[in-house]
């Protein structure tokens, strides 16, 4: 074994040092994921997919079927074979893409930016695990979900009563005020004021005023206590309204039109930007030269070109202007059974030399 090493040792003490550079980084070890760092990884890809509100909304409405759970179930242990994969580079669309294929398979189609956002909150959690940093999924499992889902679909209609019962109780609970909830019932029924006593005239008759000259009474004489007990409760803010619940009818998320951030990924992507393939180069193949062409050059000022066969008339006046500065004024075409050819240019007069 020593004289294994001392051989290695030589062989690597006679390469240069681009080589050894090479070989250095073929022989690292790619690093390994403990078995608690794989316990932590595990929960924190239930945690974060368990906050992503499309994917639970999803699984609610059952929009992939009634196994859309056992769906759900799958993708967390894919993605985590996925991340724990040998000696393989890890991009970050390749998960985008897994993460947009299935919830195409659901039937549902994310475009508010949530799946990149997704991805990379996986990437970032995969990294602290193999550092043994478990911070973000400590900070997960104390963070609480901003809009909770029942976690069973398709139950019996006593768990979903229970279930959308305890949300309600939930959102009164996150607003309700005992001291606002008091303010308002003294200000929204004041004290009654007790009857007047009936008056007697003259001649005996008793006057009895209605119900309606009575609150008008007390109203105008409590209208200063009220205006001032208006005025305390809007300035302390004390105000109880409960929260709407949004019902969803639509499978298709969208990003607001009003936001419109930069995105700054911090892993490399494998895309390229789209380009357009239909150009000014594609569409004018070549000009042609044969004897019919040229005598169309020298007559009638024509010039005809071979082009491609999904341009049209626009296109390829677009082009021509493009590509040679020349302004058309009629295009001709001809299709034949090969492609599309014969285009045929009226310029006007003296608009080119002629060669």
């Known amino acids: 074994m020593e004289g294994e090493d001392l051989s290695l040792a030589a062989a690597l003490s006679l390469c240069s040092p681009k080589t050894l550079l090479l070989v250095k980084e073929v022989m690292v070890v790619p690093a390994q994921l403990t078995a608690e760092a794989v316990n932590q990884l595990r929960e924190g890809i239930d945690l974060i997919l368990g906050r992503w509100s499309a994917l639970q909304m999803a699984i609610h409405n059952e929009w992939g079927g009634r196994d859309t759970r056992q769906k759900a179930q799958q993708l967390a242990l894919d993605i985590y074979r996925w991340l724990i994969r040998p000696a393989e580079a890890l991009y970050v669309d390749e998960l985008e893409n897994l993460l947009d294929d299935f919830m195409l398979s659901l039937n549902t189609e994310i475009d508010d930016g949530s799946i990149e956002e997704i991805a990379d909150n996986l990437m970032i959690m995969h990294e602290e695990c193999l550092e043994g940093n478990f911070v973000s999924v400590e900070r997960l499992r104390q963070s609480i979900p901003t809009s909770p889902l029942p976690m069973q679909v398709g139950g019996e209609d006593d768990s979903d009563t229970t279930s959308s019962s305890g949300d309600e109780s939930m959102e009164m609970g996150d607003d309700f005020d005992p001291a606002s909830n008091m303010s308002e019932m003294n200000i929204s029924e004041p004290p009654r004021a007790p009857a007047p006593a009936p ?55 969208h990003r607001p039109k009003t936001l419109k951030t930069d995105r700054n990924p911090k892993y ?33 000022n024509t010039l005809v070109f071979i082009v491609d066969l999904r341009a049209d008339k626009k296109k390829i006046k677009a082009a021509v202007k493009k590509m040679y500065d020349i302004q058309t004024k009629k295009v001709n075409t001809l299709i034949r059974l090969d492609s599309r050819v014969a285009i045929r240019f009226t310029l006007h007069s003296n608009t080119i030399p002629l060669t």
């Open 199 to 253: 008056t007697v005239d003259a001649d005996g008759w008793t006057t009895v005023t209605s119900r309606r000259n009575r609150a008008d009474a007390t109203k105008k004489g409590d209208a200063k206590s009220q205006a001032m007990k208006t005025a305390k409760a809007v300035k302390t803010g004390s105000t109880f309204k409960k929260k709407a619940k949004k019902i969803r009818t639509k499978v298709t998320f």
């Open 268 to 300: 490399p992507r494998i895309s390229a930007p789209p380009r357009n393939k239909l150009d000014h180069y594609q569409i004018l193949k070549y000009p042609l030269t044969t004897e019919s062409a040229m005598k169309k050059i020298e007559d009638n």
